[in-house]
């Protein structure tokens, strides 16, 4: 097991153009969780599911911003019209059942978003 | 709302001496702390975590952070610095139920040789 990956490493896109991002987490993992985080700052949740159901969305997760996770494997974070606010870094986290408190959370090295 | 300040963004301490990280935490029902590593180009690794158990909790690559309630605090301590040890380190905060973790803003790690 490589442990969470993250796909692209890094994306330039220009302002108004559509991104997506996948993320695999570790097998058997039923949680995968979404961080945003921005330059000088700490990761800013953004949403997480419990196997294909998301259940939880931050605010900050505006309407630009869906989030899938179709069979409780992967997961893909799409951003509609971009702008340069959404100029970050994105993490992708899993764990296994039974919560931060009993388990861990894993993080990907994150997917760096730049828009131009 | 929960949430956690780290004092200092950038620390410096020379390799084998004390390391010292603050948090301070704010919330209003009892916290669950973490502190998270993250080293270049690598994910955030859990270093501990304090769930209310013991106040003294002992983490991986020798490092340990106490609760202290009175101070609200869960500073991070490592009795002897290694250059390994330099990366960023994130506080962070939960509580019972909740899945989201909240971050401080990191506080950078140089190690001196």
């Known amino acids: 097991d490589t442990g969470v990956s993250q796909d692209p490493r890094h994306k330039i896109t220009k302002r108004g153009q559509n991104v997506t991002f996948r993320c695999d987490p570790i097998s058997e993992h039923n949680r995968l969780y979404w961080y945003r985080q921005t330059l000088g700052q700490g990761p800013e949740f953004l949403t997480y599911?419990?196997?294909?159901?998301?259940?939880?969305k931050s605010r900050l997760l505006s309407d630009r911003f869906s989030a899938e996770r179709p069979k409780g494997s992967f997961s893909t974070l799409e951003i509609q019209r971009t702008e340069q606010g959404d100029s970050a870094m994105y993490l992708c986290a899993s764990s296994l059942n039974g919560g931060l408190l009993d388990t861990e959370a894993f993080f990907g090295q994150g997917t760096r978003l730049t828009v131009v | 709302a929960q949430s956690v300040t780290q004092l200092g963004s950038h620390v410096s301490v020379s390799e084998g001496a004390l390391v010292l990280l603050r948090c301070n935490y704010s919330s209003s029902v009892p916290p669950y702390l973490f502190w998270y590593v993250q080293y270049p180009n690598q994910g955030l690794q859990l270093l501990l975590k304090y769930t209310s158990a013991a106040t003294l909790v002992k983490g991986i690559n020798g490092f340990e952070a106490e609760f202290k309630k009175s101070e609200t605090s869960f500073h991070l301590t490592k009795p002897s610095a290694h250059m390994s040890d330099a990366a960023e380190y994130f506080c962070?905060?939960?509580?019972?139920?909740?899945?989201?973790?909240?971050f401080g803003t990191g506080t950078r790690l140089t190690i001196i040789p």
């Open positions: 599911f419990q196997n294909e159901a998301q259940l939880e």
């Open positions: 962070a905060v939960s509580d019972l139920g909740n899945e989201k973790l909240t």
